[in-house]
């Protein structure tokens, strides 16, 4: 899971500050890393590893000057901590483009083996990273138009070259110089992208982003989301074209409403924080079909709680923050590997003691992967005097790896596979464990959607959309990375 931003603004505009403005607000997606590129007489770039905040600094803004910039943060899914991975990527000749993506490519490894050393003049990749997979088959294919200027429907057949080649999920968006801004949407649309706009006296400034938070903080309307397939091109006289590449069925992730995104964003037309009310509403009757009875209801925090305060409305019974968050430690799963996981999570919640003494607590959290975390709020509970501690999920038990570009993709990484919701409860030493069942959680997000859409929600079913997910390919990418966890490359 990554975030990005891409604007184009007027001739004679700056767009760098909105930018970083636009990163800022995505940092959730990913700390692992930060970059931008500007396109202004030529690309100028500027990436790190660590925060946007610590990344950029005023000093480099002078430089990052230009109307048409893009930006992306990082968590790797595939690739490294290395700063070869950073994105965004760009070729300067013949033509300069630029890169950014959020999500995963599913073949390539297969494409590094086979495809690559025949295209590619050096006979290899440069990076780790999936996304110059991307960029190369989209490059290679626009340096075969006829014409010397670039036209919408060069930039058309780059994308549908990229669609026949490289499979998986991936949102992207990226600049050309001297031509425009691109911004398109994998065949299924399985991760989310918005268009917004901005009307000045200037001019129309463009933005796409991965989320429509980006767009409220950097002053922008939300315009809409990309369609699954869709291409965007915005050339540079500010004229928007849009391309539909590929019909498919639209398949957004399922997980984006129940963890990524942020609260305040609305994905493909739904509000994320609606559909976390909806979700605890959901698992309220679940509850309350169990005959057990509850004190309180406490939110792990944060993304548990908007489902939690609905959660304990519903059941008639007070929520209370049990848990004190320290917000200067980074999220605990966006630590690269596991040990430094297990060891942050004390240091990142704190128990408020009162809130649990003598009390039959009922933790909420949105899913449980490995159960690391659980297992150690149930131990927190217990500690603090709880006399029952009930552990519910507002998420289905994740079952499946993914390989589009969340990082959950080796099996082993979950407590839920192969056990019944019973050993699991008993694995995380807690009193009762409920999950949400897949049914109520479609029906929660569908309430606010409106109708009656069909998501990927492979790593709770095992339904792979793109229909070329084999054992092979969650073969290659598990290798990948456990290789990046313990330290090495794949
Ligand atoms: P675990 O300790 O492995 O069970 O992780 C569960 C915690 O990680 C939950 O509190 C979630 O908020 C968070 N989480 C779940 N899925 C993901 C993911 N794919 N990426 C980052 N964090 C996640």
């Known amino acids: 899971m990554c975030g990005f931003i891409s604007i184009m603004g007027p001739e004679g505009s700056d767009v760098i500050q909105e930018v970083l403005t636009g990163l800022l607000a995505i940092q959730h997606r990913g700390q692992d890393a930060a970059g931008v590129v500007t396109c202004g007489d030529r690309f100028q770039a500027k990436k790190g590893l660590g925060l946007v905040r610590d990344v950029f600094e005023p000093r480099h803004l002078e430089r990052l000057r230009g109307p048409m910039a893009v930006g992306h943060v990082r968590y790797p899914t595939v690739g490294g901590n290395e700063d070869a991975d950073v994105q965004p990527f760009w070729v300067d000749f013949p033509v300069g483009i630029a890169m950014a993506h959020n999500g995963n490519v599913t073949n390539f490894h297969e494409l590094r083996r086979d495809y690559f050393p025949r295209q590619t003049p050096q006979g290899r990749l440069a990076s780790n990273c999936d996304l110059e997979a991307v960029l190369y088959v989209f490059a290679g294919q626009l340096f075969q138009r006829k014409a010397e200027r670039i036209k919408p429907e060069d930039v058309r057949d780059a994308v549908a070259e990229v669609f026949r080649t490289v499979k998986g999920a991936y949102s992207v968006v990226g600049l050309i110089a001297g031509a425009g801004m691109y911004a398109f949407r994998d065949p299924y649309g399985i991760k989310p992208i918005i268009l917004g706009k901005r009307e000045t006296d ?13 767009l409220d903080v950097a002053g922008y309307e939300a315009v809409r989301d990309l369609n699954a397939g869709e291409l965007l091109w915005i050339d540079t006289d500010r004229r928007l074209h849009s391309f539909q590449v590929s019909v498919r069925p639209h398949r957004p992730c399922i997980f984006e409403y129940i963890y990524f995104a942020r609260p305040d964003s609305v994905l493909d037309g739904a509000l994320v924080y609606q559909t976390r009310i909806r979700l605890g509403a959901e698992l309220a009757k679940s509850w309350r079909r169990t005959g ?11 993304s548990a709680r908007t489902a939690a305060q609905e959660m304990a409305e519903v059941l008639g019974i007070p929520y209370r923050e049990g848990f004190v968050k320290n917000r200067y430690v980074g999220r605990t799963f966006i630590m690269p590997n596991d040990t430094e996981r297990r060891s942050s999570i004390r240091h990142k919640l704190n128990p408020i003691r009162m809130e649990f003494e003598g009390k039959r607590v009922l933790i909420l959290d949105d899913s449980i992967v490995r159960g690391n975390t659980s297992r150690q ?31 959950m993709s080796t099996k082993n990484e979950f407590i839920a596979r192969g056990r019944t919701v019973d050993e699991v409860c008993k694995e995380l030493g807690a009193d009762h464990l409920i999950y949400q069942g897949i049914d109520a959680m479609v029906r929660a997000v569908r309430e606010v959607t409106g109708d ?11 339904d792979y959309p793109t229909g070329d997910v084999t054992e092979r390919v969650l073969a290659d990418i598990e290798a990948d990375r456990l290789a990046a966890s313990g330290g090495g490359k794949a």
């Open 202 to 214: 200037r001019g129309t400034f463009y933005a796409v982003a991965s989320e429509s938070v980006v």
């Open 292 to 302: 057990l009875e509850a004190d309180v209801v406490i939110p792990v925090p944060e």
């Open 377 to 407: 709020i149930v131990r927190i509970a217990r500690q603090m005097g709880a006399a029952k501690v009930y552990m519910a999920s507002y998420s289905p038990a994740l079952t499946h790896p993914c390989p589009y570009g969340i990082d």
């Open 452 to 462: 009656h859409r069909e998501f990927c929600m492979a790593c709770f079913d095992g």
